[in-house]
């Protein structure tokens, strides 16, 4: 999905949610819905198909209009967008917040991703270091970390600028300075493009995290993030 497509999808789960499909099923034929956005009923209908095939909706079509309800995964997109707003509006993000979880072993991409070495000249050029290649990889062991950690996305952070090489594109990276167990300074990255959800974070640093924290799969550690 590039960046254009996922604002195309927020602008229309958005639009839905105004209709009443948030926490409920709500009936709205594709006539209605071009109507509403200013688009073809080809388009809305092209997009309903696209959010379903995403789990961001379910939906079920019947003669009268489609039956639409926004799914978990809709919904946590949706609180994405509030918690960005509420912070921009009230500007209330402090310098920095600190989350804990375990450690686990991840699906390795993030070495592949570290290694490019577009990604390692920009990341040294504003994090001031070069990363190892490799990310600890931290899940969220409270639900007070998920929420703080799904708020940082509005906060200021570094931008890596995506790249396309011959064989794909890669997409924006955002970087927030952190300082790992207290002792490594490293960054937290978020990618538009990723397998893991709010309840992970990936962290890069100038050394094995692990080796240089004795730290295994299971294992606590906390991550203090700066915001500004």
């Not at 707003?85 to 209330?92: A, H, P, R, S, Y």
């Amino acid at each position: 999905m590039t960046r254009k497509q996922h604002w195309q999808h927020l602008y229309m789960l958005l639009k839905l949610a105004e209709m009443g499909a948030y926490n409920r099923t709500a009936k709205i034929s594709t006539e209605y819905l071009a109507k509403k956005l200013g688009m073809s009923q080809q388009t809305a209908s092209r997009y309903l198909i696209e959010l379903e095939r995403i789990e961001w909706i379910s939906r079920n079509t019947t003669p009268e209009g489609s039956l639409i309800e926004i799914k978990e995964q809709g919904t946590v997109e949706l609180q994405k967008i509030y918690s960005s707003l509420k912070v921009l509006m009230e500007k209330t993000y402090p310098p920095s917040v600190t989350l804990e979880g375990t450690v686990f072993t991840g699906l390795g991409e993030g070495a592949y991703y570290i290694s490019k070495p577009d990604y390692r000249k920009q990341i040294l050029e504003k994090l001031g270091f070069e990363p190892y290649p490799g990310t600890l990889n931290v899940k969220l062991t409270s639900d007070y970390d998920i929420k703080t950690r799904m708020e940082l996305e509005a906060y200021p952070a570094l931008e890596v600028r995506g790249f396309q090489n011959e064989d794909r594109t890669f997409g924006l990276v955002k970087c927030y300075p952190a300082i790992i167990g207290g002792k490594v300074k490293g960054a937290l990255v978020t990618a538009l493009r990723s397998h893991y959800d709010a309840s992970v974070l990936e962290i890069i640093a100038p050394v094995c995290l692990r080796k240089n924290l004795g730290l295994k799969d299971g294992n606590k550690v906390k991550v203090e993030i700066r915001t500004s």
